[in-house]
């Protein structure tokens, strides 16, 4: 692609551009800023709306009790029980005990606040899921 062929249309994040590499006028690859293309735009909301969908079944599940909070930060966060335990301190097996709803409520005030401190959240709010 030629640097006068760079696509400008609207992107997904209004005010910002992201750097793409075309042709110059001698040949040479440069950076050229790009306020965004409509193909990677519409991928990459219905790649968001995938996201959104699966943060928001998740968070009907943990409503019917089946999962614990956990589960609603976790999917928020984008992050797997295996990370969740490494920035938490716990093993894998720890964080996917947790995410059952009774064993999640017998959690002892220093566990959820461990939680808590990873998702940069209170440890009220973590127990609750008030957004």
Do not use: C
């Not at 692609?1 to 994040?13: A, C, F, N, T, Y």
């Not at 040949?27 to 293309?37: E, N």
């Not at 301190?89 to 059952?100: E, M, T, Y």
């Amino acid at each position: 692609m030629r640097k006068d062929e760079v696509p400008q249309d609207k992107g997904i994040l209004e005010n910002y551009k992201e750097v793409v590499y075309a042709l110059d006028d001698q040949g040479r690859y440069v950076p050229v800023p790009s306020k965004g293309w409509s193909a990677k735009t519409e991928a990459n909301e219905l790649a968001w709306a995938g996201i959104n969908l699966q943060i928001e079944k998740t968070r009907r599940m943990v409503l019917e009790g089946n999962l614990s909070p956990l589960a609603y930060y976790m999917e928020l966060n984008h992050m797997k029980p295996g990370l969740l335990g490494k920035y938490a301190g716990f093993s894998r097996w720890r964080v996917r005990r947790h995410l059952k709803p009774a064993v999640f409520s017998k959690l002892k005030p220093d566990v959820l606040e461990r939680y808590a401190t990873v998702f940069k959240i209170t440890a009220d709010r973590l127990k609750t899921m008030d957004d």
